[in-house]
């Protein structure tokens, strides 16, 4: 982030804080609840909002040398991610071009060829078919045109994103996003911990739980709360992405100190809403990463990694590790208090107690947000 922007968020926050003034910038809204359990537009979502956007699916350190590759299911396209010898990071169907098999069953490794393992056709970590076991059985087969189906893929702040869709090239992040991110996530961006679980819930309840903060001190009573104000919060839409800011009581502090000590990570809670799948929660000196995959209308799994800056040479120490498990862990509690509540609601929709939900005009990013996805799969 811009030091400019940092001390206007911070001005403006502390305003908030000390006038404990909500800003009233969004409209009333009223939002269906069979949205929640629509299958029909269930489908156009994850084909149009997912199927067809850049997801976040890992950190470049996890493929940072040549040959270095992770597989992954991708909005339920199996995908190999493979950095070739030429330094380039690719995505690719995870397909075989002979009969279909899963080409790379390993999670993550090195290697120059994959092999796929029901004929042994190899390919070059770049993609490129590199040979058709007994070729003289193929006398039609053109080599340079059953290479891995490749698929829109881009690095930026050390996140990889991938498109599961071959042929379509989403935006990407919009520059002034990556710029910032590259500031707030720092070098080396390296996964510490991870934990994947599904949710009996619709995505969206999982997102909108992220971008308003009239439940914080509420929901969160037993965990963070104590540390932030009641509803107050901030958010900018850039490009399809979002920046919550959520100052919290400490901010009134910076009332008795020189801007020049001003540090956003010391007095707010900052949540980046990365479009179609991924949030990101900059904790004091590390962040959280959520990612999030819609299974079905009512089903979504999330996967919550805990992110540090490895060290330059070396190892993390065990006490550094230490300190990632341990927050690690306290992220989920906190985290899983909102996603069980999205299992509640979720569960209470057939019961017919509510025709809508209802999003007051203290929480525009949330009717923002949805009028965009709404636009989309309308
Ligand atoms: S399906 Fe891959 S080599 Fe036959
Ligand atoms: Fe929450």
Known sequence: MKRAKELDVLTTSLEMAVAKRRPLDGDETLVPVTDYTDTERFARERERVFRHGFNVVTLSSRVAGPGDFVTADVVGTPVVIARGDDGRLRSFLNVCRHRGATVELRAEGRCKR????????????????????????????????????????????GLVFVCPTPRVTPEPLPQALVDELEVMLGPRPTAYASTTRTWQANWKLIVEGGLESYHFSVAHKDTIAPFFGDTLSLWERIGWHLRSVLPKRSILELQKMAKGQWNIRDHTHVLYTIHPNAMILLQKSHFDLILMTPLTVDTTQIEVVTVGTAPEVGELSGQARAFFTNNHGFSLRTLDEDFRIGEQIQRGIPTSANTHFRFARFEGALSDWRRRIDNLVE
Do not use: I, M, S
Request: hydrophobic letters at 30%; aromatic letters at 12%; a negative charge.
């Open 114 to 157: 994959f092999v796929c393992p029901y004929h042994a056709w190899t390919y070059n970590n770049d993609g490129t078919l590199h040979r058709a076991r007994h070729p003289e059985g193929f006398p039609t087969l053109k080599p340079q045109e059953h290479g891995l189906v490749e698929l829109a893929c881009r690095e930026a702040a």
